[in-house]
């Protein structure tokens, strides 16, 4: 299957097999708003992660799991992008503070299923 480059943003991508025959169309992220991207195959359409949703998922790993005594502060001199990753937690509602501060039940659960997932995708199959 060709694999064609998502460099073209916000323009739809088509995906041909070899025989000429359409298997996906993406929709790619435009740069300029916080929209995901769909991709929609002959089983469905599927929003991807977009860049702030991973560096949300990317915070939510490094809250301490062993104890809802603990959490974080994310100080004004971390990347823009982490700062910013923490109010849209905030305003989620899934952490108390828009700095960090502790995850929220909702928030405590999120977490848990993004480290099993990360764990999960990190391990190589047989």
């Not at 435009?30 to 977009?50: E, I």
């Amino acid at each position: 299957m060709q694999m064609e480059q998502f460099n073209n943003i916000g323009k739809q991508v088509k995906m041909m097999d070899n025989h000429g025959q359409r298997r996906l169309t993406a929709y790619t992220l435009k740069s300029d708003t916080k929209q995901p991207a769909f991709t929609q195959t002959k089983l469905g359409t599927y929003m991807t992660f977009t860049p702030e949703m991973i560096t949300e998922l990317d915070l939510l790993l490094k809250f301490p799991m062993k104890s809802l005594r603990q959490g974080l502060k994310i100080h004004q001199d971390a990347e823009p992008e982490v700062i910013k990753a923490a109010k849209r937690l905030f305003d989620k509602g899934i952490v108390t503070q828009a700095d960090g501060g502790y995850l929220t039940d909702l928030g405590h659960d999120l977490a848990e299923h993004v480290q099993i997932m990360q764990s999960t995708l990190a391990h190589p199959t047989k």
